[in-house]
């Protein structure tokens, strides 16, 4: 029996950490890193968190209930988790769709209009910087309104895959609904993995070129992150003069890397987070608070004159 493809040296990988005991952390308020960054330059490294005040849930946040996302192998190697994510994904992608982005989105945009911030790297596949109005992003794992065959290599829009879907799976929607749940109230991730238990009849869709297996262009746990891609990252992190975290615990190494190089260089970094992340050691100043006050005081403090 063949087995499935396994990935190569995979960067994405969720595991669980600690802060070490003797770990020393440089704590402090919105106006020490107001200081910091004045006169200074910027790039920003988004997660999770700063989307959960647009609706999007966070689920490494603590307060989120355990969950397993699904691993590129399990997606490539299984048609009945493929035909599981599918129908999960229908659903709540068009929650996703209809998310607005918050302050926190709208003064990262505005800090780069005002030629602070250099540029925003997302771990986050919503779209809600763009949304918001910033220009140079980097989407590090990927988007969710993009399929692509891994086959042939085309790319479709979601919109397009789900017209698809609707004409494969004619009641799925509406059964969805007579069982009492709205889209709102189900379990969306932030990768639009919303939870839904009747599954089991969904017909997912072939590439309509070529029959092959359709895969979202979003980075599964268990994948690389494309190089040139990590390569425009990193180039983006040399481009400022500080780095500075928002809304992630930096738990996948995709984003702790960054931070890890900037601190390399010498490059000041301020985290911004509710709760420890793994790269509070490495910081030169960690704000335990939220991104969308934070980053709505940052941006008036430092584009006033
Ligand atoms: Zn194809």
Same mark, same amino acid.
Not at 24 to 33: L, P, Q
Not at 63 to 90: K, L
Not at 274 to 300: F, I, N, Q, S, V
């Given at each position: ?7 190569? $040296? ?22 020490? /890193? ?6 200074? +330059? ?5 997660? $999770? !968190? ?21 691993? %590129?192998?399990?997606? &490539? ?13 229908? #659903?709540?992608?068009? =929650? ?10 709208? /003064? ?8 602070? &911030?250099?540029?925003?790297? +997302? ?5 809600? =910087? ?11 794992? !990927?988007? %969710? ?11 479709? *829009? ?12 004619? =009641?799925?929607?509406?059964? &969805? ?5 709205? #889209? ?7 990768? $639009? ?6 599954? *089991? ?32 990252? %990193?180039?983006? &992190?040399?481009? $400022? ?7 992630? *615990?930096?738990?996948?190494?995709? !984003? ?10 010498? +490059? ?10 793994? !790269? ?22 430092? +584009?006033?004159?």
């Amino acid at each position: 029996m063949p087995s499935a493809p396994r990935p190569l $040296a995979p960067t994405y990988q969720q595991r669980t950490w600690t802060l070490p005991p003797d770990a020393v952390v440089h704590h402090g308020t919105v106006d020490d /890193a107001a200081d910091l960054l004045r006169g200074r +330059t910027f790039t920003a490294l988004t997660g $999770a !968190g700063i989307s959960t005040d647009s609706g999007i849930p966070d689920y490494r946040s603590p307060d989120s209930p355990p969950r397993n996302p699904m691993t %590129y192998e399990q997606f &490539v190697g299984d048609e009945a988790f493929r035909r599981h994510y599918w129908a999960r994904n229908h #659903v709540g992608w068009q =929650h996703v769709r209809r998310t607005r982005p918050n302050d926190g989105h709208r /003064a990262l945009a505005a800090l780069e209009a005002a030629g602070i &911030v250099r540029g925003v790297i +997302t771990q986050n596949v919503d779209l809600l =910087h763009e949304d918001a109005g910033s220009r140079r992003v980097i989407d590090l794992h !990927g988007r %969710y309104d993009r399929v692509a065959c891994l086959t042939c290599g085309r790319v479709i *829009s979601r919109a397009r895959l789900a017209e698809r879907l609707d004409a494969l799976n004619p =009641h799925f929607l509406d059964t &969805v609904l007579a069982e009492g749940l709205t #889209v709102s109230d189900i379990e969306v991730a932030p990768d $639009a993995d919303a939870v839904v238990e009747q599954t *089991s009849h969904f017909v997912p869709a072939p590439c309509e070129f070529c029959g092959g297996v359709l895969k979202p262009e979003i980075v599964y746990f268990g994948e690389t992150v494309p190089r040139e891609r990590v390569e425009r990252a %990193y180039a983006m &992190v040399d481009d $400022a003069d500080a780095l500075v975290v928002a809304g992630t *615990s930096l738990t996948v190494m995709s !984003g702790l890397r960054f931070v890890r190089h900037a601190a390399k260089r010498g +490059t000041p970094v301020v985290i911004i987070n509710r709760g420890p992340t793994r !790269g509070d050691p490495l910081a030169t100043l960690k704000l335990d608070a939220g991104t969308t006050e934070t980053l709505t005081t940052l941006a008036a403090t430092l +584009t006033s004159r």
